[in-house]
């Protein structure tokens, strides 16, 4: 990621992507961008605006992606010259969730510019094993965890992800929090098809796990020591260590599982992605997650 402003020069053939959301958001934004600029033979531009503006009523995201080891240069800091031919610009809006190949398709215009959330592993699986080396971590903070040699010593530890807060309020309130009895029901389910599993349970509402959530195998809940911080990375590099995975309707859980090595992990996904909304969510999950 070329992290010093560069100068500003031609780039007659490019793919932008719009990035915002949070950190699995933008790896989806990332991802299909990264793809559609592999194929074609693009130089591969991130729009980080959005994450720089302070959106009313929603929460600030920050851009999070220098969490990896990603190709592309973020406008921010280099500046695109297409020149003046007309047309020159595709500008691709996702109006509605789900897979359109056509965005994977050669396109006749010198720049593509992407604003979406791209929530389908289709549209990366062919540069997979390229998105499984640049979303390896840089060193950071995340290498002093404790939790490293917990979650590495045990046989089957099992990932997961309650997420809450932001899903009560009114912004995240069309994802909505899944409830206790998914839970309940995944926990249930992973132990009938995991043996020695150890729970480890990430959440941005700990105090309400500790207080709701009791499973028959051992658990712990991932707290981090010291004062308050943002252990956004750290979390998700632990989580994408588990062998086995319960996630929560976010891309957040999703790229921790998709991240992880096993090959023979479980994972366990809410069947119901949106809680008040009719949007279709058959294809957010790859083949061989178990939809509850």
Known sequence: MTQTPA?????PRAVVVRLRGGIGNQMFEYAVGRCVAEKHGRELFLDDLALREDPPGATKRLYSLDA?????????????????EIPVLAQVVECR???????????PYPCIYLQGFWQDERYFLEIQDLLRQEFRFRPGAWQESPWQSRITAEQSPVCVHVRRQDYLAKPGQRLGFIGKEYYDQAAGLMAG?????????FSDDLSWCEENLTFSQPYSFVRHPGPPAD???TDLRLMAMCRH?????SSFSWWAAWLGADAEKVVIAPQRWYQISERD????TPPGWLRL
Do not use: M
């Open 7 to 11: 100068d500003i020069g031609t780039v």
């Open 68 to 84: 990896f080891q990603i190709q592309g240069h973020l406008t921010s800091q280099k500046r695109i010259a297409i020149g003046e």
């Open 97 to 107: 969730r789900g897979f359109h190949e056509v965005i994977l398709a050669p396109s």
């Open 193 to 201: 098809k995991v043996g020695n599993a150890h729970f480890f349970v």
């Open 231 to 233: 252990h956004t990375v």
């Open 245 to 249: 995975f319960v996630i929560a309707n």
């Open 281 to 284: 969510s058959k294809y957010i």
